[in-house]
């Protein structure tokens, strides 16, 4: 059954740790992205990967960190120098104008 | 700044009756234009999409109308169902990118 995965749904996190997002996916796709989406706010691109070693800043970039060394998999690292870090992210892939996207992982912090 | 815009934070409607959502973008550059619905909790999913060089696209009931000239699309639901309840994103793509640019959201109620 072909999609995206979010692991763990629900993530605490107490204030100052670094906390690491899963998201894998076995569609296929060469592109993944990170978002993240606040009450009142549409979805704001974190970080997106082209191809696997690559990957590029989006808009709120700043106090995060991703890794793409496979193809199925891009991890969204929240460090401690993220300001507002509790939110919901959503991963998605995509391997042309249309994004899949994942259950969504909804962090908190303590 | 926020190139894609949902002006209507909420929209109630009843059931059997047209649902409209608009969006409005500023990016000139913007070719595809898609639509995704999102339960809470849930991730999107996609909807129905139009090319630039489209001005409708038709799917079941929904249909996506794209006016170029005044950089606006809207999405027409009929008829409304409960199930439709949810949020809607507008989303938007440049040439040549895969990145999409989401506008906030309109919450959408069907009345039965």
């Known amino acids: 059954d072909g999609g995206i995965t979010q692991s763990p749904k629900y993530l605490f996190r107490k204030e100052g740790q670094n906390v690491t997002l899963s998201c894998e996916q076995n569609?296929?796709?060469?592109?993944m992205y990170w978002y993240r989406q606040d009450p009142g706010q549409g979805l704001r691109l974190i970080y997106y990967s082209q191809i696997v070693n690559d990957f590029q800043k989006g808009d709120i970039a700043e106090g995060y960190s991703v890794s793409r060394e496979k193809k199925e998999s891009f991890p969204l690292t929240v460090t401690s120098a993220q300001k507002n870090p509790t939110a919901f992210y959503l991963c998605?892939?995509?391997?042309?104008?249309?994004?899949?996207f994942g259950p969504g992982t909804r962090l908190t912090v303590l | 700044d926020q190139q894609v815009k949902q002006n209507s934070p909420s929209l109630s409607v009843q059931e059997g009756r047209i649902s409209i959502l608009n969006c409005d973008y500023t990016?000139?550059?913007?070719?595809?234009f898609l639509w995704y619905k999102k339960y809470p909790a849930e991730g999107p999913t996609f909807l129905i999409s139009i090319s630039s060089i489209k001005d409708k696209n038709e799917d079941g009931r929904f249909t996506v109308f794209l006016n170029k000239s005044a950089k606006h699309l809207s999405l027409h639901i009929v008829p409304s169902q409960p199930g439709d309840s949810a949020v809607y994103f507008c989303?938007?793509?440049?040439?040549?990118?895969?990145?999409?640019?989401f506008g906030t959201g309109t919450r959408l109620t069907v009345i039965p």
């Open positions: 569609l296929n796709h060469d592109a």
């Open positions: 990016n000139s550059m913007f070719d595809y």
């Open positions: 989303a938007a793509k440049e040439t040549g990118a895969n990145n999409l640019f």
């Open positions: 998605a892939s995509s391997s042309g104008p249309r994004a899949f």
